[in-house]
């Protein structure tokens, strides 16, 4: 799997736009791009997934470039509820030799009121 | 969706004992898979359990410490044995319902062993 790197943590206020941006210099053709978010005490929990251009769903942005070795997740208007760890996963998850997900080391954000 | 229930979420142990984690999902599913994470840190893959053949470990785990069974397609177990302070941890269970879709993870059992 392609090695990932992010920010290690990053600090913000509720209201605000959050982007956390992930490099991933040696994606291959197949990858896709996932983001999983992991609360204290919990077990991550599936944001995004994407492999071009850009995905929106009810909880997040994710925009990739043409060159997709690198993507940046949005958090539109973060509460302190959001106030988590987030993880960039690259990985062809249809490749039946794969082995299970490769967590690095993860962005921790932190909400402030 | 999968949900998924862990028990026991947390755990208290002496050292030199085991203890079997257990891992229920209410549905089939095709992958199931063990982490550990340390607290404050990222997950680290035990290893994939298979149904009905010996689990596959990654580097740095064995079968005699980390033993998997998976009878069949909605449950696992992961036992730690002869545990020590180190093994305190957080172990989680994932699984996956098929190729290509998200991954669930379970709450996860917090082990501190004594």
């Known amino acids: 799997l392609a090695k990932t790197t992010q920010p290690i943590s990053m600090d913000s206020y509720e209201g605000q736009e959050v982007n956390i941006t992930c490099s991933h210099n040696?994606?291959?053709?197949?990858?896709?791009i996932t983001w999983y978010q992991q609360f204290p005490s919990q077990g991550p929990r599936f944001i995004i997934q994407g492999y071009k251009t850009k995905v929106t769903n009810e909880v997040a942005s994710l925009f990739i470039p043409a060159d997709r070795k690198s993507s940046t997740l949005s958090l539109p208007r973060v509460s302190l509820s959001d106030t988590a760890v987030y993880y960039c996963l690259v990985g062809d998850w249809m490749d039946t030799g794969r082995r299970a997900l490769t967590f690095g080391s993860g962005t921790r954000l932190q909400v402030q009121p | 969706s999968a949900v998924i229930s862990q028990k026991p979420s947390r755990d208290i142990c002496q050292r030199g004992t085991s203890l079997t984690i257990q891992c229920q999902v209410d549905s089939q599913v095709t992958m199931m898979f063990w982490y550990r994470q340390q607290p404050g840190q990222s997950l680290t893959l035990i290893a994939t359990?298979?149904?009905?053949?010996?689990?596959?470990?990654e580097s740095g785990f064995v079968i005699d410490k980390f033993p998997i069974s998976r009878p069949n397609l909605t449950f696992s177990t992961l036992t730690v044995s002869n545990m020590s302070p180190e093994d305190s941890s957080i172990y989680l269970c994932?699984?996956?319902?098929?190729?290509?879709?998200?991954?669930?993870f379970g709450q996860g059992t917090r082990l501190t062993v004594v």
């Open positions: 994932s699984v996956e319902q098929s190729r290509g879709t998200e991954a669930f």
């Open positions: 040696n994606i291959a053709t197949n990858d896709y």
């Open positions: 359990a298979n149904q009905g053949s010996e689990a596959t470990y």
